[in-house]
């Protein structure tokens, strides 16, 4: 499988934590090549993604609806907008990494940097 494709699968929704985890613990991405560290960024960037969603799905949602229980709210309109741009990202990542641009979302992209710079040490 080519760095690209591994990368994409890295993004896609829900399933993409899955293959990032696999792309770590891969002996071909250790390799301290350009393409090997390319493909270990977008692994690490596709399972901090994952990981917002989950803050997202289990943390700030419940607590926002528990806030709005007495206004009568069934949901939280805010849950919602972040569980919606963290989709976004998600189909942003899989246009940019099929393009072959390297780009970093913000703070996430910075985390994933760190991780892969760690790795190498």
């Not at 399972?47 to 939280?76: C, E, K, N, Q, T």
């Amino acid at each position: 499988m080519s760095g690209k494709n591994a990368a994409l699968l890295c993004y896609i929704p829900w399933l993409g934590w899955i293959a990032a985890i696999i792309v770590l613990a891969s002996r071909r991405y250790k390799r301290d090549t350009p393409d090997a560290r390319e493909v270990r960024f977008h692994a690490f960037q596709g399972l901090y993604l994952f990981v917002a969603w989950l803050i997202v799905d289990w943390v700030i949602s419940p607590a926002l609806r528990f806030g709005m229980i007495g206004m009568g709210h069934a949901f939280s309109p805010l849950g919602g907008l972040l569980h919606l741009l963290i989709l976004v990202a998600w189909i942003v990542m899989l246009v940019k990494v099929s393009h072959a641009e390297h780009y970093r979302l913000p703070i996430i992209g910075e985390m994933a940097e760190r991780s892969v710079e760690e790795q190498r040490a």
